[in-house]
């Protein structure tokens, strides 16, 4: 009975972290994501966004709290159903590669994603260090939309992108955000963007010193 | 304003050029070791009374010993030897230092075994262990080829394992982690193309170690038997006819193996020079 309530939603329930036994970088944080929704979080450099990014996305693990995909806790072996995508997609693809073993390795993926994004058909037989970081920022975008992708944590993805770029991603990831009704944290410094994008707003200094509200 | 334009793309890739051809130059004569090693037979090194001790000439390159053998033969066949040697045991030391690294990177616990044991076997001189062990095996290529092979892949499992450390946390591998693939997918396609260079470079180098070692503990006489014509042999046989005024036998066979040493270091460094050009 119990699984109604927290079905669909990427829940982050009393989750706290430091890095080895240093000072706390957060506690006790509670965060729900819902099922194609768009959250934007902003907040100060350094504060700990992107671990809790990484956390969300189970590349490092909470020191407490528990996360839950639709309800439930997911092992780590399989596809994870958030992924994340990173802030320099230089490091994130590996620079041997040709790019269309780039996408391989994401298996699945729609044609459409590469048209909406607007990846050309001839980057695909180059290598990392021939396009630049927005070209590369698009192939990482398009790698998290693999079929069994149910959350998307968004870190600073656009950062490196001019203005009218940024708006043209962000509206073809939205689209297929809500095309596929997937949820996502979207973080970022500017707040204008996050407001332009997002369905709801969080500080994430409010988030850590504010424990107990749930939002 | 005048503009300068920059040209670094040439010019490597002319670098690139000479040292391509360099390798070519070097394995070319390095294959007319080999092949010339394997079509010498019994009957151009059978001992002939008649023309012992002969000094080098025309008809002997390298002179005749004290049984009437050509030393040229002698010579090219042991190279050969020495060369088969080499590329077994460097080839099983190379597999060795694979394996090795990658459970080392499989997890911490495997991590520290093979820690211990590259530390153990580079804290004891390798002439040492090796002795050991081509004695316990009784000696001959066997003994040789497993005792080299078995001393000599710490340096190059460091290399490796430090390679494969900083990549496992490199993004792209945890992003392919979460993508769902599985390790072994991970050691094909991530790993081992990056870790393709040292390996190549690794097993060049780790050659002339091989032939030297081979012929250091031929030499000392817990290599090869003193039928085959290694050069190990050669050289220690030859010490007892050096004061009897025979330089020939100790210098040419002695150069040749220096020479075939020289060679593949150089084609070692050149083939790291290509992939890491710096």
Redesign the interface.
């Known amino acids: 009975m119990e699984k109604w309530l927290g079905a669909f939603m990427l829940e982050l329930k009393n989750i706290s972290f430091r890095y080895n036994r240093s000072k706390w970088l957060f506690k006790h944080v509670n965060l729900a994501i819902g099922q194609g929704e768009i959250v934007g979080m902003y907040g100060k450099s350094g504060s700990g966004k992107t671990t809790l990014a990484k956390i969300m996305?189970?590349?490092l693990s909470p020191a407490e709290g528990e996360i839950l995909i639709d309800g439930e806790k997911m092992n780590n072996?399989?596809?994870?159903p958030v992924?994340?995508i990173?802030q320099?997609p230089e490091?994130?693809?590996?620079p041997?590669w040709k790019l269309s073993?780039i996408i391989d390795?994401?298996e699945g993926l729609n044609e459409e994603i590469f048209s909406l994004l607007g990846i050309q058909k001839e980057w695909l037989n180059r290598r990392p260090h021939e396009l630049s970081g927005g070209e590369l920022q698009r192939f990482c975008i398009a790698?998290a939309f693999?079929p069994?992708t149910r959350y998307i944590v968004a870190d600073e993805i656009t950062s490196m992108f001019d203005a009218l770029t940024q708006a043209q991603i962000w509206h073809a990831f939205i689209k297929l955000v809500k095309e596929r009704n997937i949820g996502v944290l979207a973080i970022s410094h500017h707040i204008p963007l996050l407001e332009k994008i997002s369905d709801r707003l969080i500080d994430f200094n409010k988030l850590k010193s504010c424990p107990n509200i749930t939002n | 304003m005048k503009y300068h334009s920059i040209s670094f793309g040439t010019r490597m890739a002319i670098s690139r050029k000479g040292l391509l051809l360099k390798l070519l130059g070097l394995l070319s004569l390095f294959l007319i070791f080999v092949i010339g090693g394997s079509f010498i037979g019994e009957e151009q090194i059978e001992a002939n009374m008649s023309q012992k001790n002969l000094g080098p000439s025309i008809r002997h390159l390298f002179g005749t010993d004290w049984l009437g053998r050509d030393m040229f033969f002698r010579t090219l066949s042991g190279l050969h030897l020495s060369f088969r040697v080499g590329l077994f045991s460097a080839a099983i030391s190379t597999l060795i230092a694979l394996i090795l690294s990658l459970l080392s990177s499989y997890n911490k616990y495997f991590d520290a075994m093979v820690t211990i044991l590259i530390d153990l076997l580079l804290s004891i001189p390798h002439l040492v262990t090796l002795i050991l062990i081509a004695f316990v095996l009784g000696g001959g290529v066997k003994g040789v080829v497993v005792g080299i092979a078995l001393t000599h892949w710490p340096s190059l499992t460091r290399v490796l394992r430090a390679e494969l450390m900083q990549m496992k946390t490199a993004e792209y591998v945890q992003i392919s982690k979460k993508l769902g693939k599985s390790r072994i997918w991970m050691v094909r396609n991530h790993f081992l193309p990056q870790i393709l260079p040292q390996l190549l470079v690794g097993f060049i180098l780790l050659f002339p170690h091989a032939i030297l070692h081979e012929s250091a503990i031929t030499f000392l006489g817990f290599g090869l038997s003193p039928e085959q014509p290694a050069i190990g042999i050669i050289l220690a046989e030859s010490m007892k006819y050096l004061t009897a005024g025979m330089w020939w036998l100790v210098l040419f066979p002695g150069l040749s193996l220096i020479l075939m040493v020289a060679m593949f270091e150089a084609m070692g460094n050149n083939f790291r020079k290509m992939f890491n050009p710096q």
């Not at chain 1, 490091?91 to 590996?94: D, G, R, S, T, V």
């Open positions: 996305a189970n590349y072996e399989k596809y994870y992924q994340l990173w320099h490091k994130a693809i590996n041997n073993t390795e994401a790698r693999g069994n």
